[in-house]
């Protein structure tokens, strides 16, 4: 029941792209992506719902592909503040189960 | 507005100890969630409050937990007694009335069990 996030962690250089992707055995009908940074609160980036469109925040956007059940982020011109592990959660009955996490580190 | 706050930021115990975190959701959110994460690992959910009601708790680990919501407001997890496997960073969050809508994680708190 646990999305399995892929990779499971990334390294880039400032101004890279990274995809981190997120794959469930079960239907997917929303995915909730999170950033979260060394010993702070999980926050939230965006929701993708069932049959919506593509999402994006500045140079972070987010696909949801319904018959491979799976999302897809898309970090692009990555910068420093981007760096923290990223987790999807899927929306069961209410709660999230989220996936076990990306971490991504950006270098100067 | 404020945030969801937790208290305390970090509590060291015991094994066999009583510990009880504290959180004060955002006001006007009737969801009220606890999760925990043990270190590397992923964010596992607990419970989940409607209101005062407990809408879902098949995340609880075992009957050493007890999670209270007094009239819908803040919420408490008791751990008692506390084992060495409860360590870990556990986080509340909240949200508003549809399950679907972002939720508000507050900065969490950070046990450790001796």
């Known amino acids: 029941q646990q999305p399995v996030q892929s990779p499971q962690a990334v390294i880039l250089r400032e101004g890279e792209d990274a995809v981190i992707n997120c794959s469930s055995s079960k239907a997917l009908y929303s995915v909730h992506w999170y950033r979260q940074k060394h010993g702070e609160a999980p926050v939230f980036l965006m929701i993708?719902?069932?049959?919506?469109e593509q999402k994006g925040h500045e140079k972070i956007s987010a696909s949801f592909n319904e018959k491979k059940q799976q999302s897809s982020l898309y970090l692009t011109a990555s910068q420093l503040s981007y760096s923290g592990t990223y987790f999807c959660g899927t929306e069961v009955t209410g709660k999230l189960i989220f996936g076990q996490g990306t971490t991504l580190q950006v270098k100067p | 507005e404020a945030g969801v706050t937790q208290f305390p930021s970090h509590s060291v115990i015991e094994k066999g100890q009583t510990v009880t975190l504290r959180c004060d959701p955002i006001s006007g959110h009737d969801n009220l969630y606890w999760y925990r994460r043990v270190m590397g690992k992923e964010i596992k959910f607990l419970l989940h409050?409607?209101?005062?009601?407990?809408?879902?708790e098949s995340g609880m680990p075992n009957n050493r937990f007890l999670a209270e919501r007094t009239g819908g407001t803040y919420s408490t997890l008791k751990v008692q007694p506390a084992e060495l496997e409860d360590s870990g960073v556990y986080f509340c969050?909240?949200?508003?009335?549809?399950?679907?809508?972002?939720?508000?994680f507050g900065p969490g708190t950070r046990l450790t069990v001796l």
């Open positions: 993708l719902l069932k049959g919506g």
């Open positions: 409050f409607v209101k005062e009601s407990k809408q879902d």
């Open positions: 969050a909240s949200s508003q009335a549809s399950p679907l809508n972002e939720q508000f």
